[in-house]
């Protein structure tokens, strides 16, 4: 049963305009997220990251925001880029050994 | 320099097979992880390793064996390989207390 849920397969974009990933998650024992990309032929980047003792954190393009009432935490990447145009992967950090338990990620397409 | 490396890239075996897929880190970090990657499956934990005497199985540890030679050095081990291991796999690495996870380039491994 998957705990982290990242139930949009794809996305399209605009050049400049706003991408919004979305990521749900079931356990409410989580207490960090993790947002990972991947290109084609490479491992997956680590991106950005938020703690459950915050809402919102900022990198940049790049930021996630986290509501922990309703699971679910998003990333905006604003203004997207063509080379933004990869794969998206939500992570959560569970357990004791804090091992990161991973969505099935987002392929964002983002076009000139 | 790539800071986590995996050889070979690529491999084609045959079923019956064994095989070692071999990481090494030049960051200096004490944990490594063994992923693989299934189309629609997302990335899932085959063994970690907290430091060089400390190995444990992931949540698909079966058909697979692993070796920590060194704080550096991270093998995986197929040893009779079978079609559905075909896969890609990744190597990791960590930090503690961040939770990062800083990935290798992959191997993509096909078994006929």
Partial sequence: DQQVKQNSPSLSVQEGRISILNCDYTNSMFDYFLWYKKYPAEGPTFLISISSIKDKNEDGRFTVFLNKSAKHLSLHIVPSQPGDSAVYFCAAVAGNNRKLIWGLGTSLAVNP | ?112
């Fill in chain 2, 1 to 112: 320099d790539a800071d986590v490396t995996q050889t070979p890239r690529n491999r084609i075996t045959k079923t019956g097979k064994r095989i070692m897929l071999e990481c090494s880190q030049t960051k200096g970090h004490d944990r490594m992880y063994w992923y693989r990657q299934d189309p629609g499956l997302g990335l899932r934990l085959i063994y970690y390793s907290f430091d060089v005497k400390d190995i444990n199985k992931g949540e698909i540890s079966d058909g697979y064996s692993v070796s920590r030679q060194a704080q550096a050095k991270f093998s995986l081990s197929l040893e009779s390989a079978i079609p559905n291991q075909t896969a890609l796999y990744f190597c990791a690495t960590s930090d503690p207390p961040r939770y990062e996870q800083y990935f290798g380039p992959g191997t993509r491994l096909t078994v006929t």
